[in-house]
């Protein structure tokens, strides 16, 4: 049984939601800026199958277009939608524990309790943030 109520999914669902649709008009304008209108178009398209094929791709072709790091972004939050109805979603990947749906709600992407998240990042320390 998870910890986590109807209501605070309803909770975590909001909150990715509008931190997707966020990210997208951001890679929209990004897009349209820089005269790629043919991805923009498609990245506001209705979802649905055959709108997340051509979604799936125009991601693929997005990574080369500079935009790697708002695509893994969409594509993390698009694996959390996913997930939210399973009955580990909220759990941390690295040691089980109950993550709260309060750290959830400000960050529905979130794998790691805090302390497996302070573990990652210091293991991980430089490695996400280049040396330029
Ligand atoms: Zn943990």
Do not use: Y
Request: with cysteine.
């Amino acid at each position: 049984m998870s910890h986590l109520t109807q209501q605070d999914r309803a909770a975590i669902r909001a909150a990715l939601e509008l931190q997707r649709s966020k990210l997208i008009k951001a890679m929209q304008a990004a897009l349209e800026q820089s005269g790629q209108t043919q991805f923009a178009e498609v990245l506001g398209r209705a979802s649905g199958d055959s709108a997340d094929e051509a979604l799936a791709v125009t991601l693929g072709d997005l990574s080369a277009a500079r935009l790697e790091h708002e695509v893994r972004t969409l594509q993390a939050l698009e694996n959390a939608r996913l997930r939210l109805d399973d009955k580990d979603f909220g759990l941390c990947e690295d040691c089980g524990a109950k993550i709260p749906a309060a750290r959830l709600v400000v960050n529905p992407v979130a794998t790691r309790c805090v302390v497996c998240q302070g573990h990652f990042e210091h293991t991980h320390a430089g490695q996400s943030h280049g040396s330029i």
